[in-house]
């Protein structure tokens, strides 16, 4: 990030607060220049509007910045022992019960703006259908095109339809996962994949995915470091 400052926008991710100092370690990290905050309320084993997590989203709207929420609920339903996931799975009866405990969260903070990693994880549809109500509410398509699909990726492009039908291209983000998701090595097949073959959208919304959305996204945020 200081050998090109220009070109990272940058989310914290450490901030578990099992951590005695996760508020002034959150701090540290927007003085810095963070663009905002990534919160993993399940690898904590918290759900999103746990009290702990309050203060974190708090600090985002005093620092005017935005949130990514990784919900993760893909691993509550695979039977994980992974603690946090363990500790959560039994608390949500399935993605809609999920998404009820994010609702207050961006109704309360609607001056912030939420991105939802992996699009939520669970049904599109749903997904789409939540980020219509909130529209501080954003959604990124990483680790959403499967793997082993060939170009141009008819699995991934129609989840992404699926999305921007029900929520609205304006608030529907590219994103890679990388390096953690196989997609990382084709990165420049997607690319071409949503350029020229997301042929439901047009070349200005296509754009708008591909990058003008993020921009909108972190707002008035500068790249790089302080």
Known sequence: IRRYPDRFYWFPCHLNPVNADYIERTKRNLDLGA?????????????????????????????????????????????????????????????????SHVEPVVEEFSEVNFQLAHAGTGDLRETGEFMARHPNVFADISARFPGGEAY?????????????????????????DWPHFWQGGRMKEIVRCLAEAATFMTPDERALVLGGNALRFVGQVQPGLR
Do not use: Q
């Open 152 to 176: 141009p990726f008819p699995k991934g492009l129609s989840a992404l339809e699926s999305l921007v039908t029900s929520a609205g291209v304006e608030c529907v983000m590219f994103g890679t």
């Open 35 to 99: 663009a905002g905050l990534k919160i993993l309320p399940s690898f904590f084993g918290l759900l999103p509007d746990d009290d702990k997590l309050l203060a974190l989203y708090e600090l985002a709207r005093e620092y005017r910045v935005s949130v990514i929420l990784d919900l993760s609920f893909w691993y509550l339903t695979k039977g994980t022992t992974r603690r946090g996931f363990r500790d959560v799975a039994p608390l949500v009866k399935d993605y809609a019960d999920l998404l």
